[in-house]
């Protein structure tokens, strides 16, 4: 079944050290680029999870956002500028002299002035939050593949639809291949009728001139080839496994295919389905941009 690159998932997990929530959105994107918001403290943690993602996807481009919370009681530092607390007793005392205030100056007082105490959280190890964070990705990735997996259904259904249109086009531009030497043919006879309307015409001229003309146009390979591919297609996008840039290059020999039936064929009626396989061949090429 194919993938879409489109889709959301979410994941959470929590113990009780730990709580991760994460939320990944995916969009089209030839490479698989991922785009993390997550708190520096976990950046360590990283090229680990660029690896479980790869275990559900290999296209699209990612946003990737994790909350984290640390459940532990925190160790708390307070450290105390020896340097200012002096400048703010002797501003206060200063003051108290100058003003001839008796109140005494007490340390609570001096502490309770902007950068005297700073309070510091302690470092703590988070080696252990490893399996929690990989719990909420692995839900979140199963939820977004799922949604993905959904969309590339309904790609896969419209892709198969479009595919027996390109057959039944196909189909009449091989009916035709016989019409137009025929044509030939007819427009030939009447040509030299018109020429030579005295003269007895050359049956065997007639023949030569309509086989040579018959190689120029034939175009039964390409249709031949075109059939082929399209038996390709419906075994590729049957496959389980990223099938993306096979189909582009798959559409882009169904391209090269018609564009040389085109060439080939001198008929205003094959070149009008000519350009309704294109039609067609356009409107697959720009869904599966949107295919892992």
Known sequence: MIKSMTGFGAGDSENQSFKVHVEIKTVNQRFLETNFRMPHCLAMYESNIVKKIKEYASRGKMDISVKFWDLRDKE????VDM??????????????????????ITPAEIAG??????????????????PVIMEAFDMALKNLVAMREAE???????????????EGFVEQLAVLAPEIVANYRQRLEKVLNE???TQEIDEARIIQETA?????????????????????????????EPVGRKI??????????????????????????VVDVKSEIEKIREQIQNIE
């Open 76 to 79: 708390a530092v307070i450290n």
């Open 83 to 104: 340097g200012l607390a002096k400048a703010y007793g002797k501003a206060l005392h200063d003051i108290k002299q100058e003003l001839g205030l008796l109140a005494p």
């Open 113 to 130: 002035y902007q950068d005297v105490l700073r309070v510091e959280e302690a470092q703590q190890n988070l080696d252990e939050a490893e």
């Open 152 to 166: 590339g259904a309904n790609i896969q259904v419209d892709l198969l639809k479009r595919i027996e249109i390109l």
């Open 195 to 197: 020429y030579l309307n």
């Open 212 to 240: 040579l003309y018959t190689d120029k146009v034939n175009y039964t390979e390409e249709i031949v080839r075109l059939r082929s591919h399209f038996a390709q297609f419906r075994e590729i996008i049957s496959a389980d």
């Open 248 to 273: 582009d290059f798959l559409i882009q020999e169904m391209n090269r295919e018609i564009n040389t039936v085109a060439s080939k064929a001198n008929s205003a009626g094959a070149a009008q389905i």
